[in-house]
């Protein structure tokens, strides 16, 4: 004999109601089997409640309810074939909303997310996605992320991590000079646009970090790595200082201090400056220091030493040249 259930007393029906009304507002249609499976309850528990909403709502500045103070639902779909559909909204709507170029950011940056391989094919993301297309005050702009050749080397790395084997590939260094390396790679890291792999590197018999925009022609091998993330010391910083790294004093905006990252020592000490702030940083060698400093322009000043300077101003003025109109013949 099957157990009867007790009816629902009106504080747990209201329960019932208040997650019932969001779930069935991120579903533009729904079964009433479904539902059922969902909370865990008897269908004609859901049509019963399904009728409620429908003859729920605000009463207008009459005080009285009218047709648009009423949810209301498709009534020949739940009717004839069991199916939810929600067909106007009540109070809800009033809450606030993105408007539609802040859910086109947002959708922007999931379809970002979407393109990586740990999360390809998410069905969160992609139910996240329409929620925000639902619910932006306006329809959001179309937009599209695309993918590109570095996308497919990092899929390809965070292959060889999840299987354990190592990887090879053609690097070329901050000099511009190309080798082949072969890996055991142990972490993958972003740091702002920048996407960076550290691993063992069999050639430099120690860990190194790797660029990824710099790597070419990357393949897994089916040697298995002999190193892991628990047999080296791994820094929780990127980027590792070294005896041989030089020394630059620079002037920085006080707001931008934080941008130059692991580029300052733990120990550098900072020298108010008028509106900035002069400290130390640390680099393998001047060709990182330009990149660096172009990355900032107008934020970071090279101040010593003149060798430095004249590097970053040497690079500078070259890449002015280059815009510069050519000379008509005489």
């Given amino acids: 004999m099957a157990k009867k259930i007790p009816p629902l007393r009106a504080q747990d029906k209201l329960v019932f109601l208040l997650a019932l009304v969001p779930y069935l507002m991120d579903r533009d249609r729904v079964s009433v089997a479904e539902t059922a499976l969902h909370f865990g309850v008897p269908e ?69 997310l979407s393109s990586l391989p740990e999360h390809a094919d998410r069905a969160a993301i992609a139910t996240l996605t329409s929620k925000l297309s639902r619910g932006a005050s306006a329809q959001p702009t179309a937009v599209a992320v695309e993918s590109n050749a570095l996308d497919e080397t990092l899929a390809l790395i965070r292959e060889s991590v999840a299987a354990g084997t190592q990887i090879e590939f053609d690097y070329r260094n901050s000099r511009g000079e190309s080798e082949r390396r072969r890996i055991d790679p142990l972490r993958v890291e972003s740091v702002d646009a920048d996407w960076y792999v550290r691993g063992w590197c069999h050639s430099r018999e120690d860990v190194r970090t790797f660029r990824m925009d710099r790597i070419s022609h990357p393949a897994m091998t089916t040697e298995a790595i002999t190193h892991t993330a628990g047999d080296v010391n791994l820094p929780e910083t990127l980027f590792d200082t070294s005896a041989e790294d030089i020394e630059v004093t620079v002037e920085v905006a006080r707001s931008a201090i934080g941008l130059l990252g692991d580029y300052v020592p733990e120990d550098a000490i900072l020298v108010p400056a008028d509106d900035r702030v002069r400290t130390v940083v640390r680099v393998p060698h001047f060709h990182g220091l330009k990149r660096l400093i172009a990355g900032l322009p107008g934020v970071v000043t090279v101040v010593a030493p003149d060798e430095a300077r004249h590097a970053v101003a040497c690079w500078a003025q070259a890449g002015a040249d280059l815009y510069a109109e050519p000379r008509q013949a005489l």
């Fill in 44 to 112: 004609q528990q859901i049509r019963d409640a399904v009728r409620l909403i429908a003859v729920s709502g605000i009463p207008g500045d009459t005080a009285t309810y009218q047709a648009g103070d009423l949810f209301d639902i498709a009534w020949d779909d739940f009717e004839d074939n069991d199916q939810i559909v929600l067909t106007h909204l009540v109070a809800i709507d009033d809450t606030p909303r993105f408007s539609a170029r802040e859910a086109s950011a947002l959708i922007a940056g999931l379809q970002y």
